[in-house]
């Protein structure tokens, strides 16, 4: 068990500019989240796969957020015409279905600057 | 909507002394999760408290989940140079959605006395 691995750590952009981040979560969970957590703040829910469906999208996903998980494996995190705002820590978690109140294992995040 | 508020926002410690930190809502939450982030790092989880009343320890760390449901406190005793980190609260959203969808606060941060 590795843990929940997200890369790249780090991301500088220009505004306007398109970004992609991936998550590989622990093997053997088939639920994989997506948080946000700008400077002191707690982590923001995104959305949420089980196994490659995306069952769950917050309001804070705008639609130049798009994420995908196409093999239930690993889940990639798009950011199209990046915005200043955007700027945050972006978190990947996942549990396991099959385990009763199965806590969220959070990666190392990638923090995204746009400059 | 759902909003975690913790307390206090931040505070100094001295190793060895004691360290109390709580968590309200006005909303109800079955489960209380308290989770540790260290700098450049995603949160850790160190308890998860499931039922009203239920106290539950981690080493030195100890929480409650508050019996009216709205609050919950996590204490550490005897804390060590690595306490240091913000730790948060954190619940399930209520809608009946994924487990896995928290709301969490806003955090407490430790840091050593100068």
């Known amino acids: 068990d590795t843990g929940v691995s997200q890369n790249p750590r780090h991301k500088i952009t220009k505004r306007g500019q398109n970004v992609t981040f991936r998550c590989d979560p622990i093997s053997e969970h088939n639920r994989l989240y997506w948080y946000r957590q700008t400077l002191g703040q707690g982590p923001e829910f995104l959305t949420y796969?089980?196994?490659?469906?995306?069952?769950?999208k917050s309001r804070l996903l705008s639609d130049r957020f798009s994420a995908e998980r196409p093999k239930g494996s690993f889940s990639t995190l798009e950011i199209q015409r990046t915005e200043q705002g955007d700027s945050a820590m972006y978190l990947c978690?996942?549990?396991?279905?099959?385990?009763?109140?199965?806590?969220?294992?959070f990666g190392n995040g990638t923090r995204l600057t746009v400059t | 909507g759902q909003q975690l508020n913790q307390s206090p926002q931040s505070m100094f410690i001295q190793e060895g002394e004691d360290v109390s930190m709580n968590c309200t809502s006005s909303s109800i939450f079955n489960t209380w999760l308290w989770y540790k982030q260290d700098p450049g790092e995603g949160p850790v989880l160190l308890i998860a408290l499931y039922k009203a009343g239920e106290l539950t320890s981690n080493g030195r760390l100890t929480a409650q989940f508050g019996i009216t449901r709205k609050d919950s406190f996590l204490n550490i005793s005897a804390s060590i140079p690595s306490d240091v980190g913000i730790y948060f609260c954190a619940g399930p959203r209520e809608y009946g959605g994924s487990q896995g969808n928290l709301i969490f606060g806003k955090g407490t941060k430790l840091s050593v006395k100068p």
């Open positions: 796969f089980q196994n490659e469906a995306q069952l769950e």
């Open positions: 978690a996942s549990s396991s279905m099959g385990v009763t109140n199965s806590p969220l294992h």
